[in-house]
C-alpha cells in the first residue's frame, strides 16, 4: 500500500470535474486501498475525495468514527459515483477540508440526505443520513465537481476562519 499526496489549493486538478466510474475492477481495488489508507494516517480527518489525491474519478470515503468529538455515524463508507436524492433541513455548519488545510468556513448544508451510490463491487446502494454524516458527504461530493468551500462562501470577513491547530 501506499500513502497517496493530498493536493492543496489552489492546486487546478482541485477544480476539476470527476468522472463516472465504469469499470469495478482490482486496479479500483488497489487504489481504494490507498485511499483508505490516505484518510486513516490524517488524524481526525472524516472524509476524503478521490480528485484529491490527483485521481479524478467520482468516489469518495466517508469515516465519521475518526472525529474529534464523536457523532452517530455508519462507519466507515466508500461511496462511488454518489448522487443525492433528497435533502432537507439546511443549517450553516463548521467545515475544513485537508486541501485548505490553513482555514475552516461556515457554510450551507442539508441535515438530512438520501445518498444513491455504488458499492465497491459495484452494486446499487442508498443511504439515508444526517447531522454530520450527512454533511461531510455533501463536502466531499463537491469535490467531485470541483467545489471548494472557498467557492460557497460570498463574505470572507465573516464566514471565513483561520484553522485552530491542535
Ligand atoms: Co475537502
Redesign the pocket.
Known sequence: MTLLKVLEYPEPILKQVSKEVVQFDSSLEIFLSDFIETLNSHKYCVGL?AP?VGNLQRIIAIDISRARKPHPNNGPLILINPKILESSNFKNVREG???IPDFTANVKRAMNIVVAYQNVQGEAKTLATKDFEAHAIQ??MD?LDGILFLDKISNPASELFRRVKY
Open positions: 475525495a484529491q477540508c485537508l486541501s463536502h466531499e469535490h
